[in-house]
């Protein structure tokens, strides 16, 4: 992907186009261009080249947009980091990236002095709300730098970005995409859903350190198309945002969807806009998605699927009802395959691990030359750890995680079933499953759930239920009621926290 070029094209077919609305105003994409090609002047101008790394830690705010854009524009690699990260994940992840410039915002748990003393390799750092000695201010860069195209050449084998998928100080796991990757996102959205300049998208709280947030800034440049963005989640300026700006597309989490469903004027909205909604992190979203199909039955609803290692997304499956558990049919620049566990293909029906190779799969994980080599077979097939199978259709369904998978028993129960069942109980809101230790069973299932406002409900009532569903085997033996899950940065569900017990009971 040139992003410069893209940027050129944009500017020059529709200057005053609005490519970012955020906050009540807007940058159109001539401004996009000339803000993203000064910052990859200046950083040009600090000697930087393309085998170095440019680190960011902002929320998701129009200088995250153009600092992406500028990085890429400059052929050199960014490092997007979470802005919930703590200042000791911040210094790990710089040190384990070796990231030369730093752009960052103001804090109050941040402490730039100790970060510049505890990060050798960091040269400069760039702030862009408050003054700081030895620090640039992002205005005077941008009152200052030049906005000419940057005079860089890069390979589409060039590292682009580098993008942690572990939030802990311990062991960083950093996962590499190159230029030629950052092409599969738009492409993928496009083979599935057909993209136009007339599409508004709505980034409405899945954070830029994450490939999704990217995908957004990505489908902006690529198709000319509007971006609503949004700094947080927040369910009623959500939907308030679909209903003002027109927009067309969304793609979320469930746990966005349930805090959607939540609102009690949720269906006095008019979403009549909106061509697509579009859920990731399947299989326990079917419920919530039919649900918000009987508000907004014009909007086509999709399941999808992919990784930060795969440049997701990687798949959408066919919009409308009937297959909504489906994650679809894979784009075709991949090869997949489904494996049991000694390495043997599986055929129709039959669940095993999801195994997937091509152009959008990752060169591996940065520095981490034998974790790589754990989650390649053959050095191309990525093990991605989802437990999967497709139908005679060729339409493929994701089971559940591996390493999550609960053996009671010897039967292996699958939470992504077991929690999927209790959503469809009317006065469930949430449900997560995990395995707990048992010294008969070895594991046994434990259901953590949150009801819908004004109900209450007890462990048999939940038991009684499920056995109209499940087999008995896969019916939790435990069942805590939380006032709400734990959730992580893209907001799914963190089932980590949960096994530690830091859920907020009722």
Not at 241 to 269: D, H
Request: aromatic residues 10%; charged residues 25%.
């Amino acid at each position: 992907m040139d992003i410069k070029e893209l940027l050129l094209k944009q500017a020059r077919d529709y200057p005053n186009k609005s490519a970012v609305f955020f906050e009540g105003k807007s940058i159109d994409f001539s401004e996009l261009k000339d803000n993203s090609f000064k910052l990859a002047n200046f950083l040009i101008s600090k000697g930087l080249t393309k085998s170095d790394k440019v680190a960011l830690y902002l929320s998701n705010t129009p200088q995250a947009i153009i600092s992406f854009l500028g990085i890429f524009s400059s052929g050199l690699s960014v490092v997007p980091m979470d802005f919930m990260l703590t200042q000791s994940e911040i210094i790990t992840f710089l040190n384990h990236s070796q990231a030369r410039v730093l752009i960052t915002q103001a804090k109050k748990s941040v402490d730039i002095g100790r970060i510049k003393k505890d990060c050798p390799n960091l040269e400069h750092i760039i702030t862009v709300d408050y003054k700081s000695d030895d620090c640039f201010l992002w205005e005077e860069i941008m009152s200052s730098a030049s906005s000419l195209k940057p005079q860089t050449q890069n390979q589409n084998s060039d590292l682009a970005a580098i993008f942690y998928t572990s939030g802990s100080t311990g062991h960083p796991k950093g996962v590499m995409l190159n230029y030629s990757q950052l092409d599969n996102p738009a492409y993928a959205i496009d083979y599935f859903l057909g993209i136009s300049n007339n599409d508004i998208f709505l980034c409405g709280g899945v954070p830029f350190s994450h490939v999704g947030g990217l995908d957004y800034i990505l489908l902006t440049v690529t198709f000319a198309s509007s971006l609503v963005l949004m700094e947080r989640f927040h369910p009623f300026e959500f939907l308030k945002n679909v209903q003002n700006y027109k927009v067309t597309v969304f793609c979320i989490v469930p746990a966005m969807f349930f805090a959607l469903l939540s609102l009690k004027e949720y269906e006095k909205f008019d979403l009549s806009s909106l061509r697509y909604a579009v859920v990731f992190g399947a299989p326990s979203s079917p419920a919530v998605l039919r649900l918000f199909h009987r508000a907004y039955p014009n909007a086509k609803l999709a399941n999808g699927w992919g990784m930060t290692e795969t440049a997701a997304p990687n798949t959408i499956s066919p919009p409308g009802d009937e297959k909504i558990r489906s994650i679809g049919k894979f784009t075709p620049n991949v090869e997949v395959k489904i494996v049991d566990e000694f390495g043997n293909k599986l055929d129709l029906h039959q669940k095993g691990e999801l195994l997937i190779k091509g152009q959008p799969i990752m060169p591996g994980y940065y520095r981490e030359k034998d974790l790589t080599k754990e989650v390649f077979i053959d050095g191309v097939w990525l093990k991605t750890g989802d437990i999967a199978y497709f139908d005679e259709e060729g339409l493929y369904y994701i089971v559940g995680r591996k390493k999550d998978m609960i053996k009671v028993a010897g039967e292996i129960v699958f939470p992504a079933e077991v929690e999927e069942k209790l959503l469809t109980n009317p006065k469930v809101k949430e449900a997560a499953v995990i395995g707990v230790p048992d010294k008969m069973r070895g594991e046994v299932p434990k259901a953590f759930i949150t009801l819908n406002q004004g109900q209450n409900i007890d462990q048999q009532e939940l038991v009684d239920f499920l056995k109209e569903h499940i087999a008995h085997f896969k019916i939790p033996h435990y069942f805590e009621l939380l006032e709400e899950l734990p959730k992580n940065r893209t907001g799914k569900i963190d089932k980590t926290k949960l096994t530690k017990g830091l859920g907020n009971r009722v």
